[in-house]
T-cell receptor, first 112, second 115 residues
Framework: KNEVEQSPQNLTAQEGEFITINCSYS?????LHWLQQHPGGGIVSLFM???GKKKHGRLIATINIQEKHSSLHITASHPRDSAVYIC????FGGGSNYKLTFGKGTLLTVNP | NAGVTQTPKFQVLKTGQSMTLQCAQD?????MSWYRQDPGMGLRLIHY???????DQGEVPNGYNVSRSTTEDFPLRLLSAAPSQTSVYFC??????????????FGPGTRLLVL
């Protein structure tokens, strides 16, 4: 079973700060997802990565397959970025193609 | 498109009662799944389906049944509710794009309280 660890568990930032959230996993994967969950519960997919880097607006996600590590960066953070950010990984082959293993999430609070 | 819908939003059950959590998607997605989310834990996979008529167990399947008679619907049945099944339940769907890309779409969740 893949162990997915996120750090930090909680993060408080001032508006405008650069944010980094980390995700490490124990077993090789075929893909990694970053998700966002706002208070009230709705979960939204941000990125899916299998290599390299992706950017969407102020969000940047990177993955290092050799080091089994991914980071989610938020530039020029804003109070509306306050949410729980969740990392999830997918394995190789058979049923693992369809199963996601999730980290516990990072609670981000951005103060004005 | 309505996306992924779940009903009910909130439910209170007594121990031993049975109920069905409904999940539907209108995006013609092949893959659907059910997760539970508990405080201090990551989302955990209960059951999943890779198409109509095909289901399989996830990480925490005990006490739950699923079926997939159509592409659109993937109901989750609690056979005999227990307090340990108090949780928030999320349904999700996805499909694989060319190049292996995919996006997960989540429903709004169902909060279940078992007394």
């Amino acid at each position: 079973k893949n162990e997915v660890e996120q750090s930090p568990q909680n993060l408080t930032a001032q508006e405008g700060e650069f944010i980094t959230i980390n995700c490490s996993y124990s077993v090789g994967i075929s893909a990694l997802h970053w998700l966002q969950q706002h208070p009230g519960g709705g979960i939204v997919s941000l990125f899916m990565l299998s290599s390299g880097k992706k950017k969407h607006g102020r969000l940047i996600a990177t993955i290092n397959i050799q080091e089994k590590h991914s980071s989610l960066h938020i530039t020029a953070s804003h109070p509306r970025d306050s949410a729980v950010y969740i990392c999830a990984v997918k394995g190789f082959g058979g049923g693992s193609n369809y199963k996601l293993t999730f980290g516990k999430g990072t609670l981000l609070t951005v103060n004005p | 498109n309505a996306g992924v819908t779940q009903t009910p939003k909130f439910q209170v059950l007594k121990t031993g009662q049975s109920m069905t959590l409904q999940c539907a998607q209108d995006m013609n997605h092949e893959y659907m799944s059910w997760y539970r989310q508990d405080p201090g834990m990551g989302l955990r996979l209960i059951h999943y389906s890779v198409g109509a008529g095909i289901t399989d167990q996830g990480e925490v399947p005990n006490g739950y049944n699923v079926s997939r008679s159509t592409t659109e619907d993937f109901p989750l049945r609690l056979l005999s509710a227990a307090p340990s099944q108090t949780s928030v339940y999320f349904c999700a769907s996805s499909y694989a794009l060319a190049g292996g890309q995919e996006t997960q779409y989540f429903g709004p969740g169902t909060r279940l309280l078992v007394l």
